[in-house]
């Protein structure tokens, strides 16, 4: 097991990659040719160091990918990338926990389905839908502190530690970026 002060710095460089990534493709941002594929192998790359990291980590990253996969957002060639790097990683270097991956995956699909209905469904129209989304728009906005808590209470619970200091400071640094950009125009 890596020590804390690494799987921070690993956390904090994979939000980051991964919400730049993210800015490339499907909200305007430029910075040079490649920048993307660049982004999405450094989102990769930095999964694959917090995977063979801590197993704990790696099979909450996992439950986080698949989610992904189901709820189709990973719809870019840098997003494919970087799931791809990310599981063929854990097949290689990390046994599947269950107690862990299998809570996370239901919960990023489910909370994750309902943010994406929320989300998507409030056309403005008056509806639950746009109720919703007016009451807990900084949640949806901020879309990885949804579930934040819940691996407080599981770390808690488990005294897994290092799966909510990868949760927090990935969400943290995520979040951080989303913001940045939402400031700078690449909503």
Known sequence: MADIFQIIIYSALFGITMKIADLLDEHGLRLFKGAS???????GFFGLL????????????????????????????????AAA?????????????????F????????????????RYRSNGKKNLFNILRRKFSWLIYYDSFYYIPLVFLFSFFTSIWPIFYFAFTN?????????????YGYK
């Open 171 to 183: 969400s943290i640094f995520y979040n951080m970026v989303k913001f940045l950009g939402k400031k």
């Open 85 to 101: 790097i990310i599981i063929i990683g854990f097949l290689l270097f990390q046994p599947l926990i269950p107690l862990v991956f």
């Open 37 to 43: 594929l660049l982004f999405g192998l450094s989102w």
């Open 50 to 81: 917090l995977i063979m990291s801590d197993a704990f980590i790696a099979s909450l990253i996992l439950a986080t990918v698949i989610g992904f996969l189901v709820r189709m957002k990973l719809d870019y060639q840098n997003h494919a990338m």
């Open 103 to 118: 809570p996370f995956f239901l919960i990023f699909i489910s909370l994750g389905t309902l943010r994406d209905t929320v």
